[in-house]
């Protein structure tokens, strides 16, 4: 079974204070992903990653960054802490498309709850 | 551009009644849709995908490209089908869109 971890359940951090969210998996997935999970507003795409070094924007990449030094990880870090960015953030990996293969689910970590006050 | 969009936010019914969580997508490619269950405490994973045409716990879903749906069906209710439930297209690279999602609640 793909297992893809999140390194903190609950988290709670300080307007300003810079943050850094950690993810793993381990199954040799070339695309990981951040999403944010907020009630009405579904998942949306903050950025995602389809090799090492490689990023790219999402949806909403506004106040975020990312790095992957490593396939198996990906790291989310908030430079700069606000309460707008108190959420649920949800860590994902999926395998790459293959010619021949016609889907690429996604494997979802448990999620960080995030509280900025 | 791709597109999700489920339009209720919110569904009831009574155990053993029929479900239907609509779903309806805009992409210009050949779309690959699933989708995804999240129940109480815990994580998101997969129901079910277009191209397997498969039935998971008892639902199924069609692909209506003149429609552009995916709609998510269940003939008979379970009070354990409720849940959070997201369509997703899968587009370039992985990338997926999500809709808003369904809450579904199945009453006893």
């Known amino acids: 079974d793909v297992k893809v971890t999140q390194s903190s359940r609950y988290l709670v951090k300080r307007t300003g204070e810079k943050v850094f969210l950690e993810c793993v998996q381990d199954?040799?997935?070339?695309?990981m992903f951040w999403y944010r999970q907020d009630p009405g507003l579904g998942l949306r795409l903050i950025y995602f990653?389809?090799?090492?070094?490689?990023?790219e924007k999402g949806d909403i990449p506004e106040g975020y960054s990312v790095s992957r030094e490593k396939k198996e990880r990906f790291s989310l870090i908030l430079e700069s802490a606000s309460t707008n960015q108190t959420s649920m953030y949800l860590c994902?990996?999926?395998?790459?498309?293959?010619?021949?293969?016609?889907?690429?689910?996604?494997?979802f970590g448990p999620g960080t709850r995030l509280t900025v006050l | 551009a791709q597109r999700v969009t489920q339009p209720e936010k919110l569904l009831s019914v009574f155990k053993g009644a029929p479900v239907e969580l609509k779903c309806n997508y805009s992409?210009?490619?050949?779309?690959?849709l699933f989708w995804y269950v999240q129940y109480s405490r815990q994580r998101l994973q997969l129901l079910l995908r277009?191209?397997s045409r498969e039935s998971i716990k008892g639902f199924t879903a069609d692909l209506n490209k003149g429609e552009t749906s995916f709609h998510l069906k269940k003939p008979f209710a379970q009070e354990e089908d409720s849940a959070m439930y997201y369509c997703?297209?899968?587009?370039?690279?992985?990338?997926?869109?999500f809709g808003d999602g369904t809450t579904l609640t199945v009453k006893p």
């Open positions: 994902a990996s999926s395998p790459p498309m293959r010619v021949g293969k016609f889907y690429n689910e996604q494997f």
């Open positions: 199954m040799d997935h070339e695309n």
């Open positions: 990653s389809y090799d090492v070094k490689m990023k």
């Open positions: 992409y210009s490619g050949s779309p690959e």
């Open positions: 277009h191209i």
């Open positions: 997703a297209l899968s587009g370039l690279r992985g990338k997926s869109t």
